[in-house]
């Protein structure tokens, strides 16, 4: 009741990765399977499956750790546009800026974009709060629900 699948091709890596997420058990349990008869109707190749379950592990981590998937490319961004920027500083209190405003150009860009993908980090990290406050509250209302379809023994004719 407190997994939530998203994916539409198979279900397999997203649950085990939410369970894990979510701090759930997760058992193997052994299983037999039947002889290959006919070629795959759901998988065309294994590049083409590991491709598509690479996409939903992505998916996936972007779901439970936004704020690390945004912010670490954004801080390394933000980091090399800071180390061009005094690069450029140097070369400018050395009597040299003149030729290096390209270095100025590229900082700019590379600052706005880390900083960019830092606020982008904090937006999805407040989603993410939002929507574990969410199935939290639909994983409860899914209890009631079940309770009140369940017939109890707690009325009984005299």
Excluded: C
Excluded at 102 to 113: D, E, K
């Amino acid at each position: 009741m407190q997994l939530h699948v998203f994916s539409g091709f198979t279900y397999t890596i997203e649950t085990i990765i939410q369970a894990g997420q979510k701090g759930m058990a997760v058992v193997s349990v052994p299983i037999s399977i039947n002889e290959n008869l006919r070629p795959s109707r759901l998988i065309k190749g294994l590049g083409r499956y590991i491709g598509r379950q690479l996409l939903t592990m992505v998916r996936v981590f972007v779901t439970y750790k936004p704020f690390r998937f945004f912010a670490v490319p954004g801080a390394l961004l933000f980091g090399g546009g800071f180390m061009v920027g005094l690069r450029f500083l140097y070369h400018f209190a050395m009597g040299n800026g003149g030729g290096h405003v390209q270095s100025l150009i590229l900082a700019a860009l590379l600052m706005g974009m880390g900083f960019f993908l830092l606020v982008v980090g904090l937006l999805a990290d407040l989603l993410a709060v939002n929507r574990t406050l969410l199935e939290g509250l639909e994983w409860r209302l899914r209890r009631m629900e079940e309770r009140l379809a369940t017939p109890t023994d707690t009325w009984r004719a005299e």
